[in-house]
């Protein structure tokens, strides 16, 4: 019994975990362990434990969880939405985020509030604070400083689709493994990773770390069967502040009124008036000489793997666009680092030429190099050998989410991470697995993109990704996300739910109460003033149609019917949008509705379409062997397929689904609005 | 009743379908993209050659609007499923189009469960197309996609799941045949204009979605939107143009496509001056004669037949050759039917060697099926293709015979016909095989009727046009909403000329910009 309870008071007394670590106190068995310590593996661990399980986080060092290992930044246009649905569904990194910021802004603010990108630089130390005190104060999380050296694997479940069934892992030098029901992969570059700097390579994910173990990624190759592919990163020198000559940049000032990412948050912990500034500069025609120079120095740059076209080194972007000037940004690391962050700057060529290269830049011309910038390569495995849940398809509570999916960024990597906890969780406590709908949330179209057509290059979240983005707001992430994410899966704090539904609950009596103040356009002219309404429109126009002008706000409107409306006042900048933007999603919604009931309908994972007794041609057959879609809707996605194979899929399924009705299937897609 | 022939078929079709007793069927919908079940569609229901009686048909919410607005009858509607006489007015101008039959069927004792309507008019092509055009240009109203009334008809729970194994075929049938409608028409002018819209569309929707996820941290300078704006109001005002041209640019190729085809100096071109009666094209006995594609308008067996003879296949001596026959295997994969023609001569002497011979010379002649299923494929071959054994006065008469009852043996050949264009020996049975073919599939509701093509074309022009409306409206204070108007202008016009996705945006994104981040 006291093995048993232990790790409860453990995990209430936070740093006597490290020191307890491998001691034979852990307990043996888990739920779900967690390996890595980044933005996917911490929410993934977090949100294991909210939704019950009783989780082991494994990582290298417990000192770097939660540690920003390139930009010091969260959130932008398409991560931002990302952040929202995250804190949406309970997770860190929104909160650790409005901990950390020390210069919020809304970017694409003139652009339309779909679109709009919360952004923040962060104070690197803030938010490693905020993530450890968050997972070390969680309740049935435990934390252990360890190296995975091996994936337990054992004969599958034979009621269950999938080849093997994962057991647990081994610690290097871990006298007894430690086995779990799942097991969470989020090992960001460290899978075969090797470092470049210049001509040098050495193994490793992260400068500063270890390197993995090779046994873990030969497990996923070897006994597990995985496709991998392989894929670049860099990232840029940290620069000393004080060697920077800042009266040769422009200077960015964040939002006077700091925006905060969460849902719980009225207002940030930095305060206004103490946020930081950026700085903008540019390369000059010296910096793409220097490129040109150091090019046979440069191992990185001669690789042929595939790095991001997004996020470029300043190498890459250099060839591809000479004789142009290119934005570098200067970004604080923190309110009391001494450092400044180039972003834009990723380059991995020797040191010394880093140097030259920087102080080809006017603003630099004496900067000095804290650390080198440099070239990360690492193996992916193809995600499209994953289910919507993101637990492999072949083994059975394996799951992978982050870079080793083969994305780039934090909140891409978060997303995964909490989804994947989620699924870890569900699958260990015997509750059906679930899957995110691409109408529903930004994480959806993720997930979607990965497990449905794989990836060529580091996948990254754009809003041109999402075909239903005025739906898919950052301002209206809660009410998609939040209740679902209480009543269905199981990830939400009581708490939140609550707050959420308050929220539904007002806009929605808030709409009525506009549409239920009416007047002539005449009548609003003259209470309005200067509002030019459409000379077109006779008759009565209630308060909805109002909001379609430009220069007409709620509050406007409040002040003319106090009595209806400004009981709602709290909510006045989201009826303003969802005003403006509720007939464009009324006539997207028939087509949301088409796309969901797709979605609804799963294609068994083990189905043999090699020989599936019906007229399908055998480009298709191969086509879903090898993608094998999770839906129908994922099927009619494939590129290639035709609508007469679907049907003939649909009719194969429906006839299947009718003989075994009582066999319930795995993989439920939660898509019910 | 006027009922043609393949309409009653049809509709027994269809009373068969209602007679089974309906199977628990999930409501599903059946994906075709941004296909919207409110709208109401229309589609030719009766073949596009000649015939007596034309079947428009209607389905959706709108329907009893359609019949009022086309037929006058503001107050009542006819009683159910009775055949009612009427003058088919256009909804507009009020012309009479023609005098006809309407029927109104009330969902659900419908086909497809909604509400329906028919109207039965003369045959003739002047009348299909105002009936269509007419339909067109009702508010909410819009052409049939592929297999859509069925589509419908499933998804109202109409269809038992035997009928789905069915559906996929059917649809697959449709599809197969408003594609090589709609290769006919992009080939030509019409088709190079839309492309062209597309692709201005899509670098402007590139554009727009670079200036929205990059430019607040690259260099993407404002000036780039205002490029956008003016090439969103050229395409504009080019669409709203080519919708109000009365002379709707090139004629439309009516009747039945068939194209000869086959190796140089079969008697390609001595088959066509046969059936055409008159020398329309250059014989001689030197191979690659014919370069260029020869046209021939042919009625054949009372059915519209737009032959045309093609360059003989071979790997080409001179650019003008190769060219020749390029535009040869283009015309066969558009073709209704191929008639491929062979020298007898080359024939192998041992008759049971022939139908290995034949198999390996139509692999060559005929375009690979893209399914890739061979079963699948054999039979749509079998269907489209006859096989001319020309040159049969070569031949000796008891070879001939032989390799004609092989022929007939063997499974997976289409038909076969010996015939000498020089004797005309043989002529006769070829023309009534022919003729059978052509009358087949010409009744053929599935094959695409030209004037139905070009009614869903202007429909999604249409569309496109108000699309782009909405980039203006919001151009200057939501770039999201009118980004919108973009994509939507582009997948309207993505339906005549491809799909686009969200990859291929975001390729036109990085070839054009420098995005750093």
């Known amino acids: 019994m006291l093995a048993r309870k232990l790790p409860l008071i453990l995990h209430n007394l936070p740093w006597s975990v490290s020191s307890r670590a491998g001691s034979d106190l852990a307990r043996r068995h888990y739920d779900v362990i967690v390996v890595g310590g980044g933005h996917a593996g911490t929410e993934a661990a977090a949100a294991a434990a909210r939704v019950g399980a009783e989780t082991l986080l494994i990582t290298q060092k417990i000192a770097t969880i939660g540690a920003l290992s390139c930009n010091p930044s969260l959130g932008g246009v398409g991560k931002g939405h990302l952040v929202r649905e995250l804190d949406a569904l309970d997770g860190l990194c929104g909160r650790a985020g409005d901990w950390a910021g020390v210069h919020f802004s809304i970017l694409n603010r003139s652009k339309g509030p779909a679109v709009w990108g919360p952004r923040a630089q962060l104070d690197r130390e803030r938010y490693r604070q905020f993530i450890q005190s968050e997972l070390l104060s969680t309740p049935r999380l435990t934390v252990l400083e360890g190296s995975v050296e091996e994936l337990l694997v054992s004969q599958s479940n034979p009621n269950e689709p999938g080849h093997h069934r994962v057991t647990g892992i081994c610690l290097v030098n871990g006298s007894q493994p430690i086995l779990s029901s799942s097991v969470v992969l989020t090992t960001g570059t460290f899978l075969s990773g090797s470092l470049f700097m210049g001509q040098t390579t050495t193994p490793g994910g992260r400068i500063g770390d270890a390197p993995s173990c090779s046994g873990l990624s030969h497990t996923l190759r070897e006994t597990l069967g995985l496709r991998v592919g392989r894929l670049k990163t860099g990232t840029p020198p940290r620069i000393v502040k004080e060697s920077v000559e800042l009266s040769l940049v422009q200077i960015q000032t964040p939002d006077k009124e700091p925006t905060p990412f969460s849902f719980l948050n009225t207002h940030t912990h930095c305060k206004p008036e103490e946020q930081l500034p950026c700085y903008l500069t540019h390369t000059t025609p010296g910096v793409e000489r220097v490129v040109r120079e150091s090019l046979h120095l440069n191992c990185h740059i001669q690789q042929d793997s595939k790095g991001p076209r997004y996020c470029p080194s300043i190498e890459s972007r250099v060839l591809r666009f000479p004789g142009r000037q290119h934005q570098v940004w200067l970004e604080p690391e923190g309110l009391t680092s001494d450092l400044l962050y180039p972003q834009g700057l990723t380059m991995t060529m020797p040191p010394d030429l880093q140097l030259r290269l920087l102080r080809e830049i006017p603003a630099l011309h004496r900067a000095e190099i804290r650390t080198p910038g440099y070239g990360v390569h690492y193996d992916f495995v193809c995600p499209t050998q994953l289910n919507p849940s993101l637990q492999v398809k072949s083994t059975q509570g394996l799951f992978l989410a982050g870079q080793i999916n083969g994305t780039t960024g934090y909140e891409e990597a978060a997303a995964q991470g909490l989804w994947a906890g989620v699924n870890a969780a569900r699958a260990a406590l015997s509750l059906p697995l679930l899957a995110l709908c691409r109408t529903q949330s930004y994480i959806g179209v993720l997930i979607d993109d990965l497990v449905g057509r794989g990836v060529t290059e580091p996948y990254r979240m754009f809003t041109s990704r999402a075909e239903f983005r005025t739906s898919l707001r950052p301002d209206n992430a809660d009410i998609r996300l939040t209740p679902r994410g209480f009543e269905e899966v199981g990830c939400v704090s009581l708490r939140r739910y609550k707050e959420a539904v308050r929220v539904r609950d007002s806009l929605q009596e808030g709409l009525a109460a506009l549409k239920s103040v009416t007047l002539s356009s005449t009548r609003w002219r003259e209470k309005l003033g200067n509002i030019s309404l459409s000379e077109s429109r006779n008759g009565s126009l209630n308060g909805l149609d109002l909001l379609q002008y430009k220069d007409v706000s709620f509050e406007m409107l409040a002040a003319i019917f106090p009595e209806h409306l400004s009981p709602y006042l709290e909510f006045s900048q989201r009826l303003n949008i969802e005003a403006v933007y509720r007939p464009h999603c009324e006539k997207q919604s028939r087509e949301i509705e088409r796309v969901q009931e797709e979605e609804s309908l799963s294609l068994p994972p083990d189905m043999d379409y090699l020989s599936l007794p019906t007229s399908l041609s055998s480009e298709v057959r191969e086509l879903l062997d090898r993608v094998r879609p999770n839906t129908l809707g994922a099927a009619t996605r494939i590129p290639g397929m035709t609508p007469a194979a679907i049907v003939h899929l649909l009719h194969y399924v429906l006839r299947t689904a009718q003989r075994n009705q009582h066999t319930g299937q795995r993989v439920k897609a939660a898509c019910k609005p | 009743m006027l009922l043609s022939t393949p309409w009653r078929l049809w509709r027994s079709a269809i009373s068969t379908l209602k007679s089974l007793r309906p199977a628990p069927v999930r409501h599903l919908s059946i994906p075709t993209d941004a296909v919207c079940d409110a709208d109401t569609i229309f589609a030719l229901s009766s073949g596009h050659g000649r015939c007596g009686v034309a079947v428009v048909r209607v389905s959706g919410p709108a329907s009893s609007m359609v019949l009022r607005n086309m037929t006058g009858l503001t107050q009542t509607l ?300 054999r039979e749509a071959t079998s269907d489209r293709v006859l096989l001319v054994l020309n040159k049969s006065d070569l031949v000796p008469e008891a070879q001939k015979e032989r390799t004609e009852r092989e022929l007939r043996e063997s499974l997976g050949l289409p038909p076969a016909c010996f015939l000498s264009c020089h004797t005309t020996t043989g002529l006769g049975d070829f023309l009534a095989v022919l003729q059978s073919r052509v009358k087949t599939l010409c009744g053929n509701p599935l094959s695409g009727a030209p004037s139905l093509t070009q009614a869903r074309h202007r429909a999604h022009l249409q569309q496109s046009v108000q699309a782009l409306s909405q980039y203006h409206q919001y151009r200057n204070h939501d770039l999201a909403l009118a980004a919108e108007g973009v994509r939507l202008a582009l997948t309207h016009i993505g339906r005549i000329t491809g799909r686009v996705g969200a990859e291929e945006i975001l390729d036109i994104v990085f070839r054009d910009f420098c995005i750093g981040k």
């Open chain 2, 78 to 377: 006819p009683p159910p499923r009775t055949a009612l006489l009427r003058r088919i007015t256009d909804p507009h101008t009020k012309e009479l189009l023609d005098r006809g039959l309407v029927l109104w069927f009330p969902g659900p004792h419908s086909f497809t469960g909604e509400d329906s309507a028919e109207f039965h008019v003369h045959g003739g092509p002047a009348v299909i197309t105002a009936v269509l055009q007419g339909l067109g240009s009702l508010k909410g109203v819009r052409p049939a996609e592929a297999g859509e009334f069925t589509r419908r008809a499933f998804h109202a729970g109409k269809l038992g799941l035997t009928e789905v194994e069915g559906l996929g075929d059917l649809i697959h049938a449709e599809t197969e045949a408003q594609r090589r409608q709609a290769l006919r028409q992009m080939d030509g002018e019409l088709g190079h204009l839309y492309q062209d819209w597309s692709s201005r569309l899509k670098r402007c929707l590139a554009h727009v979605e670079a200036f929205i996820d990059f430019s607040e941290d690259e260099l993407i300078e404002d000036g780039v939107l205002n490029q956008v704006d003016s090439s969103v109001h050229r395409l504009q005002t080019e669409i709203e143009r080519h919708l109000g041209d009365e002379r709707r640019g090139e004629r439309l190729r009516n009747g039945v496509q068939v194209v000869i085809a086959g190796a140089t100096n079969a008697g390609k071109s001595s088959l066509l001056n046969t059936l055409c009666q008159r020398p329309a094209a250059i014989v001689s006995p030197i191979p690659g004669t014919t370069r260029d594609v020869v046209e021939a308008s042919l009625d054949i067996g009372g059915f519209p037949v737009l032959l045309s003879d093609t360059a003989g296949l071979r790997d080409g001596l001179d650019s003008v050759e190769r060219e020749g026959v390029r535009r040869a295997r283009q015309r066969v994969e558009q073709a209704d039917l191929t008639l491929v023609v062979v020298d007898s001569t080359q024939l192998p002497t041992e008759p049971k060697q022939a139908p290995t011979f034949l198999q390996g010379y139509l692999s060559i002649v005929l375009p690979q099926p893209s399914g890739g299923n061979p079963e699948e494929g």
